[in-house]
């Protein structure tokens, strides 16, 4: 029975060549529209987290800030606050809290931190910086310098530095000079340039000065102590609910990039929202579509839908050959759909490109995206001829001939 089915949705498919191919054309389109769409925006996001993330660790763990709330009645009440680097608050028992995060399952890198600020002294210039102490080789899991490197090479011995591109501009500074460091403890220290970076963000490139770990500690008279953790997590946008647990177990400020972020968070979310919005209405119209060709079908075929009823062809057979026909339009317009869309994609990386001839961002079409398509289309067109089909079952052969 099951190919009598068939063989009735490919005929009646065939019959109305016109119909058929023109609600194909119209799902393939639709389909496009939302695998170029959906690959646009998700590359689009994808491009801008990328460069936001590319220059700051995910969580930010930190000493609190506590001060005191004028204006209240007894009891006190505190508040926490955080001043990454112009206020110095080492981490308390921080070798324990990271031998603790070492073991924590939803982190992939970890990299202590001391900061600090401090003048920068050359010749008659003068400049207010923030002193960075780290271990290069593990803050580079969180920020891969070398991406960002100008001039020289990630080196930092007890005497070394590197500096940011627009603060090496402001004093003159090339790689192999010499820079004299100076705090409000006035503890100083001669620091010869090894690297010069650029990570595209106005004030760290004006004002890092990033130092070892263990020579930022001395300069800022905090021997032995650290002022934050750097981490990373694997799974990005859990960020903030394992800020918020780390903060809950260890009693220190833990910022994530969702919560730094509230503008780009924002912007995404409505991004996503819009997407979600577009996807719908073109299904809607897909749907639609192919309802009301099936319906045009129903009538169309009324008489010979009568005839193969009267002749013992089943209820069942006529719902599911409509239902067929349905799933075939949406599967044959999103195999078409998703080789229009790749093609736009195409086109887009093809003539979307930066003055330096660079594409702007990567598309994200992904297999999950049009796997994910295909199989949204088909169901559509299952659902959308559900009532045509019912309609086309429940026809009386009698009057299906009398009046077909």
Known sequence: MALIEWQLAIRFLREGKTQTALITSGIALGIAV???????VTGLQANIIERTLGTQAHIVLSAPDRTLLSGVDAPLIFRQEQARPQKIEPILNWPLILNDLKQHSELKAISPFTSGAAFALRGQAEKAVALI???????????????????????LASDEAMVGERLATDLGLKVGDKLTLVTASNRSLIVRITAIFALGVKDPDQRWVYLSLRSAQNLLNLTGQVTGIDLQVKTLFAAENIAQQLQRQYGIRADSWMASNQQLMTALKSQTASTTIIRF??????????ASVLAIAVVQKQKEIGILRAMGLSQHAVLISFLIQGGLLGLLGAIIGTVAGIGLG????????SPSGEPLFNLALTNELIASSMLV??????????????RAAKLDPVQAIRYG
């Open 346 to 353: 195409q086109l887009f990386s093809l003539f979307a490109r």
């Open 281 to 290: 209405f073109v299904l809607i119209s897909v749907a639609f579509g192919i």
């Open 133 to 155: 102490g780290i271990d290069p080789d593990a803050y580079r899991q969180i920020i891969p310098l070398e991406n960002y490197i100008k001039a020289g090479q990630i080196q």
């Open 34 to 40: 939302i695998i170029f769409i959906s690959a646009l």
């Open 377 to 390: 289309a088909t169901v559509t067109g299952l659902l959308a001829a559900a009532v045509p089909a019912y």
